[in-house]
């Protein structure tokens, strides 16, 4: 029986992360599932799903923890839950837009989570504006919602947030908009 862990992954950026990672994963007969991984500040910052036989684990953790003494690579293993099955849940996508300032991602993430929204993907950037030079942080992403959510409250909320952040916000359906979870 194969077991399903999340891996978060922090390591200076250089090469041979991902290598190293993958022939540990590989070397414990597990599988390469499902990743997300980036440079960010000269660290190199990843989370990924693998699927391991449950007699290959403890070496697997082993081997893992391993990783930080001889490469200097964290590396945190979470054994997942089975998915639970609930109620529908709505997607929605989500994007933001506006001076950056401190607070933002407090804002929007505190409105989500007063209706029980989840935020399943979230990706910020922050830039430069073109015609001013002035710091632009931009922020995007998919929300699980319940389809009871009263979305008057919600749509009221975000423009609150919208006005006293000088942000945009927008959201908008995705295809297939309706997953059970």
């Known amino acids: 029986m194969n077991r399903s862990l999340v891996l978060s992954i922090l ?22 599932l499902e990743s997300r991984m980036s440079h960010l500040a000269g660290k190199f910052a990843g989370i990924l799903q693998i699927s391991v036989p449950a007699d290959q684990l403890p070496a697997l953790r082993q081997a893992l923890s391993e990783l930080q003494a001889r490469r200097g690579i964290e590396v945190v293993a979470s054994e997942t839950l089975e998915a639970e099955t609930g109620e529908p849940l709505q997607n929605l996508h989500f994007n933001l837009m506006g001076n950056d300032r401190p607070g933002i991602i407090r804002e929007l993430s505190q409105a989500f989570a007063s209706h029980q929204i989840n935020l399943d993907d979230l990706q910020t950037h922050c830039t430069s504006m073109p015609w001013s030079g002035d710091p632009m942080f931009t922020a995007e992403g998919i929300i699980s919602l319940p389809v009871n959510v009263n979305m008057e409250q919600l749509m009221d909320q975000l423009n609150d947030i919208s006005d006293e952040l000088g942000v945009d916000i927008e959201l908008g359906e995705p295809e297939d908009s309706v997953t059970q979870q």
Request: glycine share 10%; no cysteine.
């Open 11 to 32: 390591s200076d950026d250089k090469p041979g992360v991902v290598e190293a990672l993958a022939s540990t994963i590989a070397a414990h007969q597990g599988n390469w």
